[in-house]
């Protein structure tokens, strides 16, 4: 089985609409896709209703990978699969991280001004889909767009990632505080990327063993932004910790390198996770 658990659609930051994602994931050859947008489940409906025309079956695996913030302002990621969106304090949490994104998204404009880069919150609010969770990748279409850097890529790079003067955090919860909201609405924890360092900080193994504690399900090893020996260490570390090891392919269309099922989950695994998941079914 081919099962790839961390994508991303228009929904929040990706290229594809859920529909053809749908069928991308039936192109590839996935038997199993995670649709994992950021900080939200809106695109769950039209994937699922996508399902019935696809030219091979393809099992949905619903999801959102939850931004979050640690006491010491380390952002981390956490994919929650399976959870019962109907969750009144996982669905609140969610939109107040929604919410939040448009300050956050003025005040790093105002700073790109600042600093002579012209670009401007209506500019960013061109590049977003309609019922789309705004975040940095739409600010680096924009620059796209005005021809201050080539692709997202480069944006990031120069002006938007985590070490950047320009950047500024939103409200999120923390790595816990979200553990515990996707286990209370049924669902499964997996950490995403832990190790993908060219991002920003990452947190140590002592915080990855309190999210363990918390009931923490997996850990995302095998994603691009991994190199080899970062694997070998978070394998171990996930021995350790009695921890699952996934992998994902973290696909954002054409914003990002990242092909459908470059990286996959073992069918062990996953049969491990569906157990563990009581918030909702998988949609076949």
Same mark, same amino acid.
């Given at each position: 089985m081919r099962i790839d658990l961390h994508t991303h659609? %228009?929904?929040?930051? =990706? &290229?594809? %609409?859920? &529909?053809?994602?749908?069928s991308a994931a039936a192109a590839a050859g996935i038997d199993v896709i995670g649709l994992t947008d950021h900080d939200t489940t809106a695109?769950?409906?039209?994937?699922?209703?996508?399902?019935?025309?696809?030219?091979?079956?393809v099992a949905l695996a619903p999801g959102a990978e939850i931004s979050c913030l640690t006491d010491d302002s380390i952002s981390v990621h956490l994919v929650g699969l399976l959870f019962d969106r109907g969750n009144t304090d996982l669905a609140a949490t969610l939109a107040i991280t929604?919410?939040?994104r448009i300050p956050r998204m003025h005040a790093m404009v105002e700073r790109l001004s600042i600093a002579g880069i012209?670009? &401007?919150?209506?500019?960013?609010?061109? /590049?977003l889909a309609p019922g789309a969770t705004l975040g940095r990748p739409h600010l680096a279409d924009a620059m796209v767009a005005l021809q201050i850097v080539e692709d997202r890529a480069e944006a990031f790079d120069r002006f938007l990632n985590n070490d950047s003067?320009?950047?500024?955090?939103?409200?999120?919860?923390?790595p816990i505080e979200a553990i515990r909201l996707?286990?209370?609405? =049924? =669902?499964?924890a997996v950490l995403a990327?832990? =190790?993908?360092s060219a991002r920003g900080d990452c947190v140590d193994e002592a915080a990855i063993a309190a999210m363990a504690r918390a009931g923490l399900d997996a850990l995302e090893v095998d994603h691009r932004d991994h190199s080899? /020996? %970062?694997?070998? /260490?978070l394998r171990a570390l996930a021995g350790e910790l009695n921890l699952l090891v996934t992998g994902s392919s973290d696909f954002h269309g054409t914003g990002k390198l990242n092909v459908l099922g470059e990286n996959l989950t073992s069918a062990v695994v996953w049969e491990e996770l569906l157990s563990r998941a009581t918030g909702m079914a998988v949609v076949r």
């Open positions: 659609s %228009t929904i929040s930051d =990706g &290229t594809l %609409t859920p &529909t053809q994602l749908m695109g769950w409906n039209e994937a699922i209703a996508a399902l019935a025309s696809l030219h091979r079956r929604r919410d939040d012209n670009v &401007t919150f209506a500019d960013v609010e061109r /590049q003067p320009f950047y500024v955090s939103h409200m999120s919860p923390s996707v286990k209370a609405a =049924g =669902g499964v990327h832990p =190790g993908a080899e /020996q %970062t694997r070998v /260490q």
